[in-house]
C-alpha cells in the first residue's frame, strides 16, 4: 500500500529559482491538500482541492500555484522562490471533507538559499 | 480567529505509566477533533476522532475525551511503552473554517524505560 508519495523528498534552491512538488495518492481520495511545517508551529494549510480540476486557497497560499489535472495527482509550485518558503512540505488527502482522517506523505524538505 | 493550545514542552513519563497531553482551544467548541502522531522525518499518523457531541472515544491503549465547558481535548495513552514516544499532533475542525483543520504544534512525548 503506497498511500500518499511524495516527490522529491529533499530538495535545495537559490532565490528566483522555480521548482514543482509532485503528490501521488492511490486512495482514490476526492479531497487533497498541502501543508507546510514550520518549527514551533502547527501544519498550515496552503491550498486544497475538493476533486479533479478543482483548486481553493488556505491559510497560506501566497507565493505558491497548484493544479489538480488528475484524481490522484496534486501539483504544488513554487515560482520564484524565497529564502521564507524554506520549510517541510506535507501533501494529504482524503475520503471526504469532514468527519474523516487525512492519509498524509512522508514530506518534502525544501532549502531556500 | 481560533487559537490553538499543546504544551510546547516535551512531556516525559515513566514506561507502564499513564501519558495523558492536553489541547486547549479557544472561542467556541468545534465540530470534530482529531489526534494524530508525527514521528521524525515522517508525516502526521491519524489515531483517533472525537465529535463535539460526545464525551469519550477509546482505541486500545488510548483513550480522547473533549470538554466543551473547558475547551480542552485530553489524549491519554495507558500503559505506555517506548514505541509511543513521537509528537502528538491536534487538530480541530470549526464550521466557519470550512472545517478545515486548525492544527496545534504538538507535544513531544518521551517514554523512559
Known amino acids: 500500500n503506497a498511500g500518499v508519495t511524495q516527490t522529491p523528498k529533499f530538495r535545495v534552491l537559490k532565490t528566483g529559482q522555480s521548482m514543482t512538488l509532485l503528490c501521488a495518492q492511490d486512495?482514490?481520495?476526492?479531497?487533497m491538500y498541502w501543508y507546510r511545517q514550520d518549527p514551533g508551529m502547527g501544519l498550515r494549510l496552503i491550498h486544497y482541492?475538493?476533486?479533479?480540476?478543482?483548486?481553493a486557497k488556505g491559510e497560506v497560499p501566497d507565493g505558491y500555484n497548484v493544479s489538480r489535472l488528475k484524481k490522484q495527482n496534486f501539483l504544488l509550485g513554487l515560482e520564484s522562490a524565497a529564502p521564507s518558503q524554506t520549510s517541510v512540505y506535507f501533501c494529504?488527502?482524503?475520503?471526504?471533507?469532514?468527519?474523516?482522517?487525512?492519509?498524509f506523505g512522508d514530506g518534502t524538505r525544501l532549502s531556500i538559499l | 480567529s481560533q487559537k490553538i493550545e499543546q504544551n510546547s514542552e516535551a512531556l516525559n513519563i515513566q514506561e507502564g505509566k499513564t501519558a495523558t497531553l492536553t489541547c486547549n482551544y479557544t472561542?467556541?467548541?468545534?465540530?470534530?477533533l482529531q489526534w494524530y502522531r508525527q514521528d521524525p522525518g515522517r508525516g502526521p499518523v491519524f489515531l483517533l476522532l472525537?465529535?463535539?457531541n460526545e464525551k469519550e472515544k477509546r482505541k486500545e491503549r488510548l483513550k480522547v475525551t473533549f470538554d466543551t465547558t473547558l475547551k480542552q481535548s485530553l489524549f491519554h495513552i495507558t500503559a505506555s511503552q517506548p514505541a509511543d514516544s513521537a509528537t502528538y499532533l491536534c487538530?480541530?475542525?470549526?464550521?466557519?473554517?470550512?472545517?478545515?483543520?486548525?492544527w496545534g504544534a504538538g507535544t513531544k512525548l518521551i517514554i523512559k524505560p
Open positions: 482541492s475538493v476533486g479533479e480540476g478543482t483548486t
Open positions: 472561542n467556541y467548541s468545534p465540530a470534530y
Open positions: 494529504a488527502s482524503s475520503y471526504s471533507e469532514i468527519y474523516q482522517p487525512q492519509h
Open positions: 472525537i465529535r463535539e
Open positions: 487538530a480541530p475542525s470549526f464550521m466557519d473554517s470550512n472545517y478545515q483543520l486548525i
Open positions: 486512495m482514490n481520495h476526492e479531497y
